[in-house]
């Protein structure tokens, strides 16, 4: 049985590559792609890497709207604010919804205004929102699919790509109460060029990306509330975001203080700590002791790289997370949060490993 | 049914990417990696691509010799001169073997000595062995389909990397009797560095290759007697490789000069050609006229981007052929050769389209 | 005894390069740069290398005139066209123009408007713009010096960065009478990102250009002509420019048939050839029989290096150029013009080395 | 007045990098540069960005003792544990050291051992070397250029590359007495790949570092201590470096917890206070607020800049260095150093900006 499926805004990074992971998968037939920007554009044109592989043309959104409504399920890789609009509508057309946009991940919408500058028009749905980060957030996308079972179009608000890597490299740790009660947690993230968007932009210029390091939008990024909403940390996270010369990858690097009246775990308790808390779950691998993740080890894929190292000089543990901001950080999850949701294996389709160079 | 296959010489970058196509493909099982600096080491160990997907470890491949012998098939990804003693080795055993090696490429054993410096040693299955670039030597790999469904071993000797791309830009323009009768044909290909091989070496050493472009090997590299063999050149190629900072991707630009008495054809005109050509070929694109073949829209797959531009005020036409160096241009044309000789279809576990940015 | 300088058009990536070599050169003082779509801005906020090092800030052309018209030497780096305009004005001021544009490289006007698509407006003043390309067109800038040297304001059209590579590659060979009467000269070129400019666009978007080679205008690229003229090669050149994932650096491949009843050069021939040929230059460096050029030895510098090698088998010479476009190619060559025309050293401000690596 | 330059061990990036400021330096001239790996073979052959510009040669240390003896400085690029042994005799022979490696930068000798692995064995010059960090530890650097103006040899520990990075961001900060008396001080840096050293390695190889993010060395990396000590962070430093695809360039990002009953100073105040502590200090540049350091801004260049933001929600200062961790990280910082020493301005032959793209 295979399930008729859209991609809203597939013109950007995030929306054309869940395109290619819908093209390719054995239950989802990917029916409509819309961008208003490119509309008649043949996908092939956009992104030449389609081309010999699939007809498909970018439709506009008002054109495309029939088809839309007849589809099982929606991914929406739209801006954030175009999504509060939507997905009421697409959703009461019986239309299940994907998210891929910040619009539904916050629970709080007083929050959502303080980090996006604008007030929540859809707050009504806020609470039918299942969190799109399946190792972390289990219970609610079990409900969405019990949901979805029962005939009901369902939404899913998928994690953003820093809180991704961060949470599936700090929860084991935090969920196991190793983190102290007070002091900061620190997270230094870096991210490929391909996460600045598809925008031409003196950023994502090539010759002011290439061979520089940066740091941005610190104390100030939108990602901020998310992770300490997952992660339960409220007022305790520093997120400092960073720009490197690559295209797809994403390391999240976390520093937590330990519990005081606990030792530190070693290297092999940390990993078991991890295997325990992942186990069964294809897309998240624990590696070995002595073994740091390496974005380039996930590129391309939907996989997770996570390990953790204690410093007990310090009393502190690094934790580390390795995705594809645009793989497992956005169309590969969002992908993986519909498997759910339809009650598919949650890597059907997404299974493929890395290049391995 | 499917098949038991072995990768002999897995640790280097093309058996390594053989591996990875192999863990994947519908009809191949992947039975056996051999590697003897690698024994004993799995493969998410060397490359950890694989973490969480195989267990599978390198073994070496005096102690693998049982199981190897026991395989359908195996595909030797081994430096040349290596491949002269196991090739008949495991034909004697009734293996197929797919060659990705130079060992029995070359017709002419004395060809062979000459750019490869030592004799050949395994002459007689010169005759027997099928060119393995199946665009353009379709015959061969056809009788070896037929041979091996008579129950034979075969052995297929897999074009190299350069004269994949570049036979494949400029063989309809020559097989359709559009180029002179004298005159060079130039061939300047540019290479990323997995092209240079696992070893690292100052030329391999990232800060001697970012950032960097440069000739290498004028007038003496081994690929140019393929390519004038696949073409018909003999005499006439100016074959200038180059490196440049990427790691996967190999663009070749053939200029050809026009045979006298004959209309430049107009850029629609080639393209027709080249459609035609191609046609039925689910491996091959044909660019659209006005559009030219990006590497990164192959990288990582099997697929072949190919395009020709006419210059009627120099009577010359420049062909471009992209490919992946590791995927069509070695293991995946290696598959693509074995899925023809095994009678699957020719991109059975090779129909994978490229991250589209 | 210093001059007083000024950068039309600083904003760009070849402007401003122009304007980080005058602020460190010790016969000229950077006065004025300009910029309109910069005015106001100080140059270490829109390019923060200069930061600590400058308060210049870039200037709106109209309100810079008077100190414009007061500078002795104008370096214009604006699109063409702008230049026809520009440098009459400047002239009749009695400043020196030291044009980057293309505006005054060819001699012939209907050239001009072949390629560039627009009229010649100022076609008085190509018969004194001296071609700005010193080891190669020695004699029209000796003329400007004499001509400046007598206290007329003077006009120097420096050569584009692919004619540039290609003719100090290859200049001795032709000029020594070794090219053939009749073939094609191909020249396959790779540039760096950097050539293709500031704006941002999708071409110069990272996720674009990394990870990518790509051919582009083949057959049409406005320098060709510009190269034809240089080397006397009107209607034999295909010209096929390339780009690749660096920021600065620019290698030219050149092949060429060798006259016929000569015996083809030895490699250690052809460098004593061009040793003669580029004797008493000291920007130009002839490399060792045996060594070829590399781009990021001369990145970041007005250095370029040359080397050819004899093909015998097919009676070709391949001759390959490196420099750094926005270097030799384009600001650096700019720079030492004007050291020519003002009776300086021509390496004045230019003798800084490549970082090793 | 120029004095007499050696550089020990100068086939290495930082030693060769050393040689490259050396030559074109105004005050020193470079007459001895050593390699036992490379010995015989001229600077352009090893490195050519030197064609054409010197005939300098390698040399044999042991060859070479005679000219050692007689310079008036040595750069000392050698790996740790050699400068134990050529530092007092270089001392004894009245020949100032400057030195790069780490065995003289850790004042107490157990610590280096703990670190280091090895015992230290010239423990009696340890007070009396001056620690190489020109604006956060100047009075050592004065003490030790009035000793050389009295006629004696003395020695310089230059800083590490993520030590001089981190100390410049940090500094202001904690000497004003802004960092809380009890947390950590959490350090995640990232480095190009040039500071993985010369050896070519898995770790170096293009194919390993391109397209990749790794942290390394957990808790583990040799520049701990020294930035504890530097900073007076005894136990409290967690310091996680990384690794990105870039080749020179080295970002520190530093969080610190504000002392508690002390308002978090706003960006405007952290940037006077920057500015007030590098006041008079030509290669240290504080951004303006609102602008953060980026590592191509510096590349090729002994500069250094450094911004700090203020995080009021968490009570924390995220503050960022970038240097080029071979310049102001190695070979800069060591002349910057010799500068001082010798009582020559202390940006003598280093002033060069980086090129602006």
């Given at each position: 049985?295979?399930?008729?499926?859209?991609?809203?805004?597939?013109?950007?990074?995030?929306?054309?590559?869940?395109?290619?992971?819908?093209?390719?998968?054995?239950?989802?037939?990917?029916?409509?792609?819309?961008?208003?920007?490119?509309?008649?554009?043949?996908?092939?044109?956009?992104?030449?890497?389609?081309?010999?592989?699939?007809?498909?043309?970018?439709?506009?959104?008002?054109?495309?709207?029939?088809?839309?409504a007849?589809?099982?399920?929606?991914?929406?890789?739209?801006?954030?604010?175009?999504?509060?609009?939507?997905?009421p509508?697409?959703m009461?057309?019986?239309?299940?919804?994907?998210?891929?946009?910040?619009?539904?991940r916050?629970?709080?919408p007083?929050?959502?205004?303080?980090w996006?500058?604008?007030?929540?028009?859809?707050?009504?749905?806020?609470?039918?929102?299942?969190?799109?980060?399946?190792?972390?957030?289990?219970?609610?996308?079990?409900?969405?699919?019990?949901?979805?079972?029962?005939?009901?179009?369902?939404?899913v608000?998928?994690?953003?790509?820093?809180?991704?890597?961060?949470?599936?490299?700090?929860?084991?740790?935090?969920?196991?109460?190793?983190?102290?009660?007070?002091?900061?947690?620190?997270?230094d993230?870096v991210?490929?060029?391909?996460?600045?968007?598809?925008k031409?932009?003196?950023?994502?210029?090539?010759?002011?990306a290439?061979?520089n390091?940066?740091?941005?939008?610190?104390?100030?990024?939108?990602?901020?509330?998310?992770?300490e909403?997952?992660?339960?940390?409220?007022?305790?996270?520093?997120?400092?975001?960073?720009?490197?010369?690559?295209?797809?990858?994403?390391l999240?690097?976390?520093?937590?203080?330990?519990?005081?009246?606990?030792?530190?775990p070693?290297a092999?308790?940390?990993?078991?700590?991890?295997?325990?808390?992942?186990?069964?779950?294809?897309?998240?691998?624990?590696?070995?002791?002595?073994?740091l993740p390496?974005?380039?080890?996930?590129?391309?894929?939907?996989r997770?790289?996570?390990?953790?190292?204690?410093?007990?000089?310090?009393?502190?543990?690094?934790?580390?997370?390795?995705?594809?901001?645009?793989?497992?950080?956005?169309?590969?999850?969002?992908?993986?949060?519909?498997?759910?949701?339809?009650?598919?294996?949650?890597?059907?389709?997404?299974?493929?490993?890395?290049?391995?160079?």
């Open positions: 049985m295979t399930y008729k499926a859209a991609v809203v805004g597939a013109a950007g990074f995030a929306g054309i590559e869940c395109a290619r992971l819908l093209l390719a998968h054995p239950s989802f037939d990917l029916a409509v792609v819309t961008s208003d920007a490119l509309a008649g554009t043949p996908l092939a044109k956009a992104y030449p890497a389609f081309a010999g592989a699939t007809d498909l043309a970018f439709r506009a959104n008002d054109e495309a709207q029939a088809d839309l007849s589809c099982d399920v929606a991914f929406l890789a739209v801006p954030h604010t175009a999504s509060l609009g939507l997905t509508q697409l009461a057309q019986g239309v299940t919804v994907i998210d891929l946009s910040a619009d539904f916050l629970r709080d007083v929050v959502y205004e303080q996006y500058g604008v007030p929540h028009t859809a707050t009504d749905l806020l609470a039918r929102a299942a969190f799109g980060l399946p190792e972390v957030a289990a219970d609610q996308l079990a409900c969405a699919a019990a949901d979805h079972a029962a005939g009901n179009a369902v939404l608000a998928c994690a953003g790509c820093y809180p991704t890597a961060t949470s599936l490299a700090a929860a084991p740790l935090i969920r196991e109460g190793l983190l102290a009660t007070a002091g900061a947690v620190v997270v993230a991210s490929g060029v391909t996460g600045a968007g598809k031409a932009t003196e950023r994502t210029h090539f010759c002011f290439d061979e390091l940066e740091a941005y939008g610190v104390g100030t990024h939108r990602h901020t509330p998310e992770i909403q997952i992660l339960g940390l409220e007022g305790r996270l520093v997120f400092t975001p960073h720009l490197a010369p690559l295209n797809r990858g994403l999240s690097t976390v520093t937590l203080p330990v519990v005081a009246g606990t030792a530190v070693s092999e308790e940390l990993t078991a700590l991890y295997e325990s808390f992942y186990a069964g779950r294809p897309l998240v691998t624990v590696l070995p002791a002595g073994q390496r974005t380039d080890s996930v590129a391309g894929t939907c997770a790289h996570v390990a953790a190292v204690p410093d007990a000089r310090t009393r502190s543990i690094v934790a580390v997370g390795a995705i594809d901001n645009l793989g497992k950080g956005a169309a590969g999850q969002a992908v993986q949060c519909a498997n759910i949701v339809f009650g598919l294996p949650e890597d059907a389709g997404l299974a493929a490993v890395a290049v391995p160079v």
